[in-house]
């Protein structure tokens, strides 16, 4: 059971490139989000989805597109890297919006932006 | 609008001493709490949910809709607690957890 996935764990861009941060889950979780974690900063919310075909911002969107096309997958694009993007990126998901459901991590994606 | 308050950036304590982790919130309605453990370059993990009033690795929370808090307490702090703690909040729709900023927690012997 492979749990919360996210490829790649390390990536550096220039700025202005662009690129798809992977997630996906083997879970059947329906609820999944995107947060970013910065120094003095915790964990921002960017993006979440409720459903297959359902997304909506989170607390900083701006900069990131996502699209929910299978429940597995929420892929997070970024359209054209700025260095205020260098974070580490994390995915979670969840079975719904229940208390009694915790939401599952990922790893995480360490990107810099030169 | 929801909100999560930690207050403290770093707590350093002494090994056997007790920890005191704060969260205030700020929240319409009834909130639903969680306590997020992250240990070092680590994925961030579930630790407590205060509608199951459990107690995990010696951690306990209590609500208090008084004073709008969900602090996070251990009587007596082991070496291996040092971690960022993260309080957290489902937003008003149920959708998505709201962060706060995360409390380093540092125990030494």
């Known amino acids: 059971n492979a749990g919360v996935t996210q490829t790649p764990k390390f990536q550096v861009l220039k700025t202005g490139q662009s690129m798809t941060l992977q997630c996906a889950q083997d879970m059947n979780h329906e609820y999944m989000s995107w947060y970013r974690q910065d120094p003095g900063m915790g964990l921002r919310l960017i993006h979440y989805?409720?459903?297959?075909?359902?997304?909506d911002q989170g607390e900083v969107p701006n900069g990131y597109n996502v699209s929910r096309s299978t429940t597995e997958d929420f892929p997070l694009r970024l359209l054209s890297a700025a260095p205020s993007q260098t974070s580490v990126y994390f995915c979670a998901s969840s079975w719904g919006g229940s208390p009694n459901y915790g939401y599952t991590f990922g790893s995480g994606t360490r990107l810099t932006v030169v | 609008a929801q909100r999560v308050t930690q207050p403290e950036k770093l707590l350093s304590v002494f090994k056997g001493a007790p920890v005191e982790l704060k969260c205030n919130y700020s929240?319409?309605?009834?909130?639903?709490l969680f306590w997020y453990v992250q240990y070092s370059r680590q994925r961030l993990q579930l630790l407590l949910r205060h509608i199951s009033r459990e107690s995990i690795k010696g951690f306990t929370a209590d609500l208090n809709k008084g004073e709008t808090s969900f602090h996070l307490k251990k009587p007596f702090a082991q070496e291996e607690d040092s971690a960022m703690y993260y309080c957290a909040l489902f937003n008003q729709a149920g959708t998505a957890l709201i962060f706060g900023k995360g409390t380093t927690l540092s125990v030494s012997s």
């Open positions: 989805s409720v459903g297959a075909g359902i997304t």
């Open positions: 929240y319409s309605g009834s909130p639903e």
